[in-house]
């Protein structure tokens, strides 16, 4: 850490993690800071580059991007085209794997929230990354 005219610089890698308003605790020579609710950090939001299609059944699908949290963790909301995609889980900090309903459609959005604070979501990275194939025939 630095002190530069009074005022402490803390410098420290974070743990791999999701979510936003973390809590901040310094620890120095065994000795802990009060936990402070106006010191938090947040990590980046999460975003989403592409997702793997799925028959119109439904079925096991698996979304890119980054941003997600390290193995196992529970996105807050995961849905495709508006429609919940369920028992989302993040295997790595860029992919996550849900189970698509039944469906039509391409061109359908992917939205990601991470936690429960409505500002750490994919925003509008996931426009237009999701399809249905097509049935045949």
């Not at 890119?64 to 295997?91: D, R, Y």
């Not at 061109?107 to 925003?123: E, H, K, P, R, T």
């Amino acid at each position: 850490f630095f002190v530069l005219d009074g005022l402490v610089e803390v410098i420290a890698r974070v743990p791999a993690g999701a979510g936003s308003e973390v809590p901040v605790r310094v620890v120095v020579d065994g000795v802990q800071s009060v936990l402070n609710s106006n010191i938090t950090f947040s990590y980046l939001a999460p975003y989403v580059t592409s997702a793997t299609p799925v028959g119109t059944a439904g079925g096991l699908i698996e979304i890119f991007g980054g941003n997600f949290g390290p193995n196992g963790t529970v996105p807050h909301t995961v849905t495709l085209g508006g429609v919940a995609c369920g028992s989302p889980m993040t295997t790595d900090n860029s992919t996550i794997q849900c189970t698509a309903a039944p469906g039509v459609g391409k061109d359908l959005d992917v939205f990601i929230q991470i936690g429960a604070n409505s500002n750490m979501n994919s925003n509008t990275s996931g426009a237009k990354k999701f399809r249905y194939l097509c049935p045949g025939i």
